[in-house]
């Protein structure tokens, strides 16, 4: 079964761009959360989708936000880039209304210029 | 919020060598995940434990949740064993859904 899927792997964009990640969980599963990784802050939570709802954020400016599909995938989506933003964003699934354990996707490598 | 902090930081081995990674919770925690981070970024999954012992292959993690530590073994390292190791808990308390707290992470390097 395929796993975690993100697009696009890499990007550039600058200063005051904004920038839509997409991630398509495992087949079945309903949740969806979404990740950042820098060498500064290490991995942080942005937010929690489940059946298209918004149930956990993360302490990031309004700039970042997301939406889930109603076929589970998910995007998230940062305006006005920052050069802070550049960063690894990962995006997890998990199969049940609760947790449980996550599997993580490859990553969508974001510079800002 | 719940604190996780890994030992040690950074560790060295000659290929063979055994070694044991070491994750410290603050609070009680419903969910604990063991992860290796690839050279490409992404986050491979080792263990799903909140609590008990599971083993696999080379690889076995201990959690032991009413003292909040969970320990990871690897035996017989092998250079492609070298990466980072991260521990991840949810905490157990509040409402958690997706959210994962990740400790710092452990680089491991194992030479031939």
């Known amino acids: 079964k395929a796993g975690v899927t993100q697009t696009p792997r890499y990007l550039i964009k600058t200063r005051g761009q904004q920038v839509t990640l997409s991630c398509s969980p495992i087949?079945?599963?309903?949740?969806v959360s979404w990740y950042q990784q820098t060498p500064g802050q290490g991995l942080q939570f942005l937010f929690e989708y489940f059946s298209e709802t918004q149930r956990n954020k993360g302490n990031f400016p309004g700039r970042f936000s997301g939406r889930q599909f109603s076929n589970s995938r998910s995007e998230m989506n940062v305006s006005t880039l920052e050069l802070g933003d550049s960063a690894l964003y990962l995006c997890?699934?998990?199969?049940?209304?609760?947790?449980?354990?996550?599997?993580f996707g490859e990553g969508s490598r974001l510079t800002v210029l | 919020g719940i604190q996780v902090e890994q030992s040690p930081p950074d560790l060295i081995l000659q290929e063979g060598a055994n070694s044991t990674l070491r994750c410290n919770f603050s609070?009680?925690?419903?969910?604990l995940q063991w992860f290796h981070q690839n050279p490409w970024g992404q986050l491979i999954n080792l263990f799903y434990?909140?609590?008990g012992t599971k083993q696999n292959g080379r690889l076995s993690a201990t959690t032991v949740a009413t003292e909040r530590y969970s320990l990871l073994y690897i035996s017989s390292s092998q250079t492609t064993d070298s990466g980072v190791y991260f521990c991840?808990?949810?905490?157990?308390?509040?409402?958690?859904?997706?959210?994962?707290?990740f400790g710092q992470g452990t680089i491991l390097t194992v030479h031939p």
């Open positions: 087949s079945g599963h309903r949740s």
């Open positions: 997890a699934s998990s199969s049940g209304m609760h947790t449980g354990e996550l599997f």
């Open positions: 991840a808990v949810e905490d157990a308390g509040g409402t958690s859904y997706g959210k994962l707290t």
């Open positions: 609070d009680s925690v419903n969910n």
């Open positions: 434990i909140p609590s």
